[in-house]
Every structure is written in C-alpha cells, then in structure tokens.
C-alpha cells in the first residue's frame, strides 16, 4: 500500500486525527493525500463523522461511492475509520460486507500495523498539517464529560482528557516552523481543559504560553462552553496582542426548561450575564455561536425567546442546526421527537433570517473601518482573506481587489473596509502601507 488517499469528513478534529494518522503513514514513505480532488489510490481510508443523522447519511453514502469507485478499479481496498465506526461497528460491519476494515476512534496504531507498519511515537508532536500552510488546528483535548442530553460525542469519543501543556507548545512550535501564522484551538469543550490533569482550568495559562512561539501572530478560540466559564481567559483575551477579538461559544438555546432539557448546566439568567461579561470585558470581541432548534418540547414561546435573544444580544456569527434524535443520548432514550420536522425546519429558517440582518448590520458598520486581513488565497482575480472575527470554513471572508499588488499566503495586511454584504466583506488595502 504505498498510495493512500484519507477522506476526512466532519469535524475539525476529525481532520487532526486524519493529519496525525498521515504524518504517521509519511514518515514510513507511504504516499498520503486528504481529500484529494479525485481518488486514485491502493487504499482509500475514510475517517467518518456520527454526529448527527445527517454526517452519519453523509458518511454511509462516502462508503458506498468508494465501493463504487473500487469496482471502476480506481482504489484497490477501502478501509473505513472514526466517529460513526465507534458509535456504529457492528451494524455497519453487517449492512456492508465489501468493507474488511473498520477501525473506531482511537485505533491509530491498529491502523498502521494493519499495513505491517508501526507508531513511531517520536513524530507525536510533528504533525503534517492539510490545512493551507498558514492555518492550522490544534487539538488541546479528546473527549468530553459533559452530558448534554442531545448529544452523541461522549458516547463516540470518551471521556475528556487534556493533552500536556507541554505537548501542545512542542506541538504548536513545530507548526510555526513549518509557517503556521494562525493557530485555531479545538476541542469537544475547550474550556474544560487541564481540569483531569491538574483538578483547574488550564485554557488561560496554556494561551499565555502559547503566545510566548515566535512565527504565531493569530491564535483563535473554538468551543468554549458557558457553564463555569473559565472568567481568567477574558483579562488574557484583552491583553493579548495574538489572541483574536474572537470567541467561538455554543448556547444551543436560551429558554430555561429547553436549556434544563439539554441539560445545559446553565440557565437563561446566567448565559446572559455571561455575555455580557464577556463583552465587558472584552471589547469589540465577535461571538459565534450555534443554536438548536426543535428539542423536544420545545415551544412557540421558547423558540419566541431565542430570536428575542439574539435580537438583543447580537452575536457577530451564528451556526444553527434542527434537532436530530439520536439513539443512546440522554434525550434520544427518554425524550419523544415531539417537534414535527416541518416546524424544526421553519423555525432553523427563521432563526437564519433573523441572523442574515443582524450579520448584515454588523457588517455595514465595518465599512470604512481598516482591519487587519490575514490573506488565504488568490480566486478569479481577486485575493481572499479573513479579518480576526472570521475563523477558516465557518466564517465570512474578504474579497480584496489586487490594484496590482501582490499578496502572499498566510500574510497579514491593513485593509480598509469598502462594501458590505449578509456574509461577505469587500475591502481594498492601503496603498502605502508595507
Ligand atoms: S459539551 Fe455537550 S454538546 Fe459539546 S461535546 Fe460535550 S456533551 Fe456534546
């Protein structure tokens, strides 16, 4: 097997996962793409997502073209791997008996030996990053110990553990040297960290010590989680010249019995005085969000609520997904799917309109304003880029017009705000500056 292409579905840290296992596959002269545009290998792996109905149909359909795709002889085997091998091994080992390998979340040395290969654990920190050069995520944990009761993860990926301060600085060091600019920190909750290793929240210091790498200039926040939120981080957030304006923050909801259904651990009252600490003591910080719409029992006047709150608390970005009912979660075992689809549907469309005009207003009031713009790419013409308040895949970007300039990747320039729109911004960059 000296060819392997990995497609990476789900999340982010999925993609670590696939990257760690690649750099693994590399450093023993196997050939290693992720999501190459066409597959074309002696063996395709697939790192599959179980989230939610939806990734788990995603998933199962990936394998079923890779079938197809073997029987046209462009890959010789299929392997398949993550989330939806853990949550689902043996129906799936069952439904489809073309497949010989399955491999769950952590079988990253089963994998290899598979191949006649083995774990080199020297190479743990020295990952190979798929992201574009300047970008990359770092992992800080595995696992959650939460037990929100609509969710499937700590039943697919264990109980929470935090990776070393120690390994994550070696980790993050090696990433700058290979040109990493943007560091964008994930974890099933991130605000969680160090507290298995060290019974404290570890989030603050490990960002101190993170800033200390020379060549990272941004380092972003993903999945912080409300309840007994971390309040040290913010005085380090405002002091920090590295870390971005920017805090990536899931609610799901904010009517009291819905949030006492998703067992939350935190009610209406709190989230709110939460948010508006944060943005006390973080000024101009940009908030993203996710709600969920459709919970069992919830209603009009509950999901009333919710566009009520974000009229008033404004949250720069919003991600917002329809219930889904999943088997073996809390809520799926002892709830009834009591939201008809058609409602949950309605109500995600209005929440997103909603969201539309509140990202639009935000957006205007960036014209004319000159903001830093970390530049990703070159398309059609015109350079592509994203302001602090925007994270890679999730967020908007800028579309910048050349006048004859050249950008490079991963650089950071002063861009003045021209245009804007629900989800884009337009903006030019200043003639003299370097
Ligand atoms: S914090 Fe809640 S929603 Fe997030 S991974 Fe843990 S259990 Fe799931």
């Not at 002269?29 to 939806?54: K, Y």
């Not at 085997?77 to 489809?96: D, K, S």
Request: charged letters at 25%; hydrophobic letters at 35%; glycine letters at 8%.
């Amino acid at each position: 097997m000296r060819k392997v292409d990995i497609i990476n579905l789900g999340c982010s840290k999925n993609l670590v996962d696939s990257e760690n296992l690649m750099t693994q596959l590399r450093s023993q002269g196997v050939t290693v793409r992720i999501d190459p545009e066409r597959v074309q290998a002696d063996l395709l792996l697939i790192n599959t997502c179980g989230f939610i109905g939806d990734a788990k149909e995603e998933s199962i359909n990936t394998i079923l073209q890779a079938i197809e795709a073997r029987r046209s002889g462009r890959v010789r085997e299929i392997r398949v791997m993550g989330c939806l091998v853990e949550r689902h091994g043996y129906e799936l080992q069952e439904n489809i008996p073309e497949i010989t390998h399955w491999y769950g979340v952590n079988d990253e040395s089963k994998i290899l030996a598979d191949l006649g290969l083995k774990l080199n654990p020297e190479i743990l920190n020295q990952r190979i990053h798929s992201t574009p050069g300047h970008y990359a995520y770092l992992k800080v944990s595995e696992g959650c110990d939460r037990n929100c009761s609509f969710c499937a993860i700590p039943m697919i990926r264990g109980k929470h553990h935090s990776k070393s301060i120690g390994e994550l600085t070696a980790e993050a060091s090696w990433l700058a040297a290979q040109g990493v600019k943007e560091l964008i920190l994930i974890a099933q909750d991130l605000t969680y960290y160090g507290l298995d290793i060290e019974r404290k929240q570890l989030l603050p210091e490990l960002v101190k010590q993170l800033e200390q790498i020379e060549g990272i200039e941004w380092i972003r926040l993903h999945y912080a989680y409300p309840a007994k939120f971390p309040m040290e981080l913010l005085k380090v957030m405002r002091n920090s010249e590295k870390v971005c304006s920017y805090l990536d923050i899931p609610l799901q909801h904010i009517a009291d019995p819905v949030l006492k259904a998703m067992n939350r651990g935190i009610n209406s009252a709190e989230t709110r005085k939460l948010i508006e600490k944060i943005r006390k003591e973080v000024p101009g910080v940009a908030l993203r969000t996710t709600f969920l719409v459709g919970f069992p029992g919830e209603r009009d006047e509950d999901f009333k609520q919710l566009l009520g709150f974000m009229s008033d608390y404004r949250f720069e970005r919003v991600g917002a997904f329809a219930y889904s009912h999943e088997e073996g979660t809390l809520a799926g075992e002892t709830l009834t799917d009591s939201i008809p689809d058609k409602v949950k549907q309605q109500r995600l469309k209005e929440l997103m309109e909603l969201q539309e005009d509140i990202s639009l207003k935000f957006n205007k009031g960036l014209v004319g304003r000159t903001i830093p713009v970390i530049i990703d790419r070159e398309e059609g013409g015109m350079i592509i880029g994203r302001t602090p308040y925007d994270s890679p895949e999730v967020d908007q970007e800028v579309m910048i017009g050349k006048n004859g300039r050249e950008f490079v990747g991963g650089t950071i320039h002063p861009i003045i705000i021209t245009d804007a729109t629900e989800y884009d911004l337009y903006g030019s960059p200043i003639i003299n500056a370097g």
